[in-house]
T-cell receptor, first 114, second 109 residues
Framework: GAVVSQHPSRVICKSGTSVKIECRSL??????MFWYRQFPKQSLMLMAT?????????EQGVEKDKFLINHASLTLSTLTVTSAHPEDSSFYIC??????????FGPGTRLTVT | EDQVTQSPEALRLQEGESSSLNCSYT??????LFWYRQDPGKGPEFLFT???AGEEKEKERLKATLTKKESFLHITAPKPEDSATYLC??????????FGQGTRLTINP
């Protein structure tokens, strides 16, 4: 149990366009979902925390208007990178938790902005 | 400030050569220490949760232990498929995880 999927796994987009990444908990209902960003050979950096039906809580320094998070149900959260630029290129990973502290991670999405 | 420090940054072992990875933590009120495995280009895979000093958990060739200041991930007779980055994390605040920088483990055949 505790399987989390992400779609797409890889996306290439042009500068100025928007990209949506989906995160789904497949076999459990997630009370909370998280979005992380990871640069090469670095650890995970938390971007935001989202609970179903409420506004996401963003970490300091993360632009809310650039990284839009929607948590429409207990099994689905989406991250939209708006007006993407090359510096937004990164590995984005979501995670989900139930009623304990363990977070279960998705496989990640590699975003490349050209 | 809550902090997690992992050592070494990188470790190369021969197949069958046992060793340990260290995770030192500073947190006000430990609510859980987690170990994850991350392969290149993939999301972290959950391994263990430890809640209190003295607790131990095992899975195949891996064994995680916890004291009041640090956790160890012992790997016994590792195989090449154990090569990965191992991440340690603690709970911060209500539910966030604070991660260490990870240990890149390479097992040579």
């Amino acid at each position: 149990g505790a399987v989390v999927s992400q779609h797409p796994s890889r996306v290439i987009c042009k500068s100025g366009t928007s990209v949506k990444i989906e995160c789904r908990s497949l076999d459990f209902q997630a009370t909370t979902m998280f979005w992380y960003r990871q640069f090469p050979k670095q650890s995970l950096m938390l971007m935001a925390t989202s609970n179903e039906g409420s506004k996401a809580t963003y970490e300091q320094g993360v632009e809310k208007d650039k990284f839009l998070i929607n948590h429409a149900s207990l099994t689905l959260s989406t991250l939209t990178v708006t007006s993407a630029h090359p510096e937004d290129s990164s590995f984005y990973i979501c995670s989900a938790k139930r009623d304990t502290y363990e977070q279960y991670f998705g496989p990640g999405t590699r975003l490349t902005v050209t | 400030e809550d902090q997690v420090t992992q050592s070494p940054e990188a470790l190369r072992l021969q197949e069958g050569e046992s060793s340990s990875l260290n995770c030192s933590y500073t947190v006000s009120g430990l609510r859980g220490l987690f170990w994850y495995r991350q392969d290149p280009g993939k999301g972290p895979e959950f391994l263990f949760t430890l809640y209190s000093a003295g607790e131990e958990k095992e899975k195949e060739r891996l064994k995680a232990t916890l004291t009041k200041k640090e956790s160890f991930l012992h790997i016994t007779a590792p195989k090449p498929e154990d090569s990965a980055t191992y991440l340690c994390a603690v709970v911060q605040g209500a539910q966030k995880l604070v991660f260490g920088q990870g240990t890149r483990l390479t097992i040579n055949p």
